[in-house]
């Protein structure tokens, strides 16, 4: 039976990815600190190691006869990075190395790195290719940018095999709904339930390639098992599509307020996904509107479509 380590992996993605390791039958370690993770995310059948992987030493019995390893542990806020652009770097570029070294020390065979499409910035055109040149707007975005180079050079390094896949605004059950930095649909939801507007930073026009959370943690296997990669490789997890935040907020049904953009947001993202799907196998399932409907009638709202 493989047995598998998912860093953050009482998080949104990494919870949803140990449930479908388990359900394929693999033995699962998981490594929180739950500084947003939620202690209600654990399967009970992983076995858990409360440490913080910016702690190497605490880290490494977790990878102990470990076969891959997830790394989808971070800080994944642009907002929290452009107010803390220290303690998300040490979390987010130091905890990375951690896991690689750790991973490398232990035999690991693979690690698959959770990139952030943050890394392409602004582009001139679309859809974003991982050979475009990048160009962060973010503390955020260059940590997640310098965590894939680290991979790369692990892999040439020291042979572990590594690939990088970045992910498109990813949405659906779990999402963080605690604190001050969430997405954008749970920023939608509190205003919505409280009888607020929703606000909407910039002109609404802003778009993204929202991705359902299933789709990428069909991603992330598929990146694991495929002989095709495993050489510091970047890959796009995306559904391929764009979508407005007007568009949205339209699904809400509900006032909306427009404010001033903020630091560090792009205008628009879209996934090139044709090498993805070439060299991993793999192709997005989830529509979006499907996707988002289903979240919203999971949270008492009849969407608008």
Do not use: C
């Not at 440490?51 to 102990?64: G, K």
């Not at 962060?136 to 692990?154: D, H, I, M």
């Amino acid at each position: 039976m493989p047995r598998y380590l998912v860093t953050g992996g009482a998080g949104f993605i990494g919870s949803n990815l140990v449930d479908e390791l388990l359900r394929q039958g693999n033995e699962v370690h998981i490594v929180d600190n739950f500084s947003s993770g939620k202690r209600d995310n654990i399967n009970p059948a992983a076995t858990l190691f409360e440490a913080d992987f910016t702690d190497l030493d605490a880290i490494r019995p977790a990878f102990e006869g470990v076969n891959g390893v997830f790394h989808m542990g971070a800080r994944p806020s642009v907002p929290f990075s452009v107010e803390h652009p220290v303690e998300s770097s040490k979390i987010n570029i130091m905890g990375t190395i951690n896991v690689l070294t750790a991973a490398r020390d232990a035999g690991v065979k693979r690690v698959v790195y959770s990139a952030s499409s943050s890394a392409y910035g602004i582009q001139p055109v679309l859809p974003q290719r991982t050979d475009m040149t990048p160009d962060p707007q973010s503390p955020y975005a260059v940590q997640k940018y310098v965590g894939e180079l680290f991979a790369r050079q692990f892999a040439k390094l020291y042979g572990l095999e590594t690939v990088a896949l970045r992910y498109f605004n990813v949405y659906g059950p779990r999402m963080n709904d605690v604190g001050a930095y969430v997405p954008v649909f749970i920023f939608f939801l509190r205003n919505y339930r409280a009888g607020k507007p929703l606000l909407v930073y910039g002109d609404g026009e802003q778009s993204r390639d929202f991705t359902h959370v299933s789709d990428v943690v069909a991603a992330n296997i598929a990146a694991m098992q495929s002989a095709k990669v495993g050489h510091g490789e970047v890959l796009n997890a995306g559904a391929g599509g764009r979508t407005t935040l007007n568009e949205i907020v339209k699904m809400f049904g509900h006032p909306v307020e427009y404010a001033d953009p903020r630091p560090g947001d792009v205008p628009r993202s879209q996934a090139d996904i044709s090498q993805t799907m070439a060299l991993i196998d793999w192709a997005p399932k989830v529509h979006f509107k499907d996707g988002l409907s289903a979240w919203m009638r999971s949270q008492g709202i009849e969407p608008i479509v």
